[in-house]
């Protein structure tokens, strides 16, 4: 199956389809788009997202995939190994929450475009920083005891799910944004534990492509 995964490399949701491909062992072209040039706006990309966000995944025969979680799931209903979630409805239904934490409840509050609408607002530096910390910690709050109480090396269990696909991109953006990582030990743990793993690896936005140098 030949795949191209239309990427930005710093942007966290289409770092979470890499790991998914990556975890699933499929090869795919990238396509960078330049979030911040506004490549994602008119043009060819927004023809093939109208949304004009990323990630989008094309697939061999030309049917695009939207929204990370959407592909996410395809991945796992149409590479079913290695699974990226658990056999059980209840245990799947707990990671689902954990990513649903990240992708609904963190994410939407501080990615690009609400950078930038908060500072077409006259929102200085500090201002749009303790805005994205607030919401990073808010949910991150919410994970932790998630994730101590279910993990054994990844977010659930032994091995890397669902969960985990959400929650390294979301740490690397804590990262960025100053947010302090030593109020979330199991958090902390399984990052570390994922920067071991070579589909994260690979799957690092400073790997990527179209990455800046430092």
Known sequence: MALTLYSHWRATAPYRVRIGLNLKGLPYDYAPVNLQAGEQHGGAYSRLNPQELTPALETDD????????????????????PPLLPADPLDRAVVRAM????????????NLRIQQQLTA?????????????????????ALEPLIAAHSDGFAFGSQPTLADCLLI??????????VDLLPYPAIAAVAARCA????????HPDLQPDAKPK
């Open 99 to 110: 990513a649903g934490i990240v992708a609904c409840d963190i994410h939407p509050l501080n």
């Open 169 to 178: 991109p979301q740490v690397y953006s804590a990262d960025r944004f100053k």
């Open 196 to 203: 071991e793993h070579p589909a994260f690896q690979a799957a």
């Open 121 to 141: 607002m006259g929102i200085d530096d500090a201002g749009r920083l303790a805005w994205t910390q607030r919401w990073i910690n808010d949910g991150f709050a």
């Open 62 to 81: 030309g049917r695009v995939l939207t929204q990370s979680l959407a592909i996410l799931e395809w991945l796992e209903e149409t590479h079913p190994n």
